[in-house]
């Protein structure tokens, strides 16, 4: 076998009491929770943005960030609800790279796996605590959930995840809103495959564990564009992509049928300066179809403090190390817009 064992990693149960939630913090947290389930059942017509970094990759710059989206939240909370994208587990396409903060807690420095579950913990719990905004992070490694199980309010399942069986078990155990993205190859029925079986119960291992999952009704999609066979990057956001989504979820008989719009990605070509056009225009597809409408429950923007990205070790504060970002100015104009325009 080619692996060294190198120590053996406290589980999430002995983590969570080393660094616990308070009664207060879970009351806040479920609180959240409710309010954003609300949207994707339909008893609330407020608007979901998951907004923040490509990776969360230093506690402070992302403490500042969201401290920010804080204040604007206050602004816009009869419209629209903020829910903070911490994405502590980068995906790697090649496999090599930056693979988020929970490898490595310092982004200079090599893996520290150890390090890095307590990071992840301290940076998702600090946000809530300093804000009251309990944020979402992609489930890049299932058996890793339950670290931060009792601190998030949105898990994402990536476009490399989303075919795997265990992503989809396992989300169908979660109590939180779950979202699907499209696979890479932009296969729409894919998508909704994995929606179905995370609705659904289940048994099956999980952490060493015989489980029963009672399914997860609110499981949705996430629309985020595709590459074609020429590694092209194409959109699936427009109005005639909206109304195909609408029409087989209504042909699947699925529970909470809605789609949250990532607009970057391949969506933007990775031109992260287009998400403002396309956010724009998701809302003006709404406006003309009651039935595109009623499945839009929000975006997914990438968002810093300063626009763009830098390398790894580039010392600009609160600037991407991985995709680039919108800066601070631009999220908040657009934020203000998409308030005006609900």
Known sequence: ??????????????????????????????????????????????????????SADSEEPVLDYVCRLKKVQDKVADKIIIIPRIYTNKPRTLGDGYKGMLHQPDPTKGSDLLKGIIAIRQVHMRVLSETGLSSADEMLYTENHRYLSDLLSYVAVGARSVEDQQHRLTASGLDIPVGMKNPTGGDLSVMLNSITAAQHPHAFIYRGWEVESTGNKYAHAILRGYMNKHGQSLPNYHYEDLILLYNMYMEKGLINPAVLIDTNHANSNKNFREQKRIANEV?????CSADIKSI?????IESYIEEGSQSVGGGVYGKSITDPCLGWNDTEDLIYQLADSL
Request: charged share 35%.
């Open 283 to 287: 809302l003006h597809s709404c406006k």
């Open 296 to 300: 839009v429950k929000g975006l997914m």
């Open 1 to 54: 076998m080619n692996m060294m064992f190198k120590r053996k990693l406290p589980i999430p149960q002995e983590i969570k009491g080393m660094y616990p939630v308070t009664d207060e913090l879970a009351k806040i947290k479920k609180e959240r929770d409710e309010e954003i389930k609300a949207v994707f059942d339909g008893r609330s017509d407020k608007f979901i943005l998951v907004i923040g970094p490509c």
